[in-house]
């Protein structure tokens, strides 16, 4: 399986991630416009959100080969084997996010950028040999949202248009392919795992909200790369398939406070081929005051945790989640640690 966005959306809240990644209901701020643009048009006055969000995305295994170091693991030949075995069997992943974004009751405008990357040693690879793994995801553009709610107050139609760079590179290669390793050292053969491509795409969603007194029902319909989204360039990633999801949630709430619960089905028809615990996103958000969320949820076959405090102009998030990079959980899982900074209103 590789290492690439597949059915989730181009960027998500680390939040969001931590709490199932369930979001095609609830999303939060930038969120909405690459979730589902429908979710815009609801909310409190005509100001949604403008800001910034940055979040730092670390692998477990990257933070406890540091803290490994730090301890010391002995010296002479037996400290050496350690660590060369260490080096061998540890995978290296971190990532950073940004986006900047104003939201509005019918509009949205998002520049964002989404990176990456998964380094994997192997003692021993396909061939008996060592090995080494590179994958990453990069993604970087442009979003414009527009929204409305149709003909009720209970239906809201959204639609996103996209100007994206985008590169999914993934290399595996022997140590001792010397071919290989010098075809890495030409420009066209750096080019080639490393260039980003461009192009235009399209989402649209669609939002059912029967709203009670004290409780909330939400359908979701979203679509995302209508008929496909083309990228040119020299990188090695062509295209973007399409792909349909639904989303269904039930919110319990008060005047302050709210249980969320969700569910998200993505990818309906298999466009990327992805295992059944992959498509399907659970999870729920509990907000107190408005300004503490807890989220818990079910995110790629693992459990994942979120914490968000807003106070007012500044946002803290902090998520773990486990990201599956194999065919079935607990094949070649990466537990992240994610910590997000976020300044607007």
Known sequence: MAFAKGSAPIYEDPFDIGSGGASLTRASQAGMIFSNPALIPYGPGFHRWFGNESSILVGKDSVDFVRSLQSGSGGGESGTATFVDKV??????????????????????????????DIAAKKFGDTGLPAVRLRAESYQGVAVSAASMALTNALSFGVTAKYLYAGEPDLAIELTDTESLQALQTPSGLRSLISPNSGYGYDAGLLLFKQGRSSDFRLALKVDDVGGTKLAGDGSLKSLKQTLSYGVAYTLHTGTDAIHCSLDYRDVQGAYGEEIFKRVRLGTKLVFRQHVGLGIGYYDGWPSYALELDAWLIRLTGAIYTRELGSKPGLDPRTIYSLGFTMGL
């Open 88 to 117: 061998m069997t540890t995978p290296l992943h971190a990532g950073f996010l940004n986006n900047f974004s104003y939201i509005n009751r019918l509009f949205g405008f998002s520049t964002f950028s989404r990176n990456v990357f």
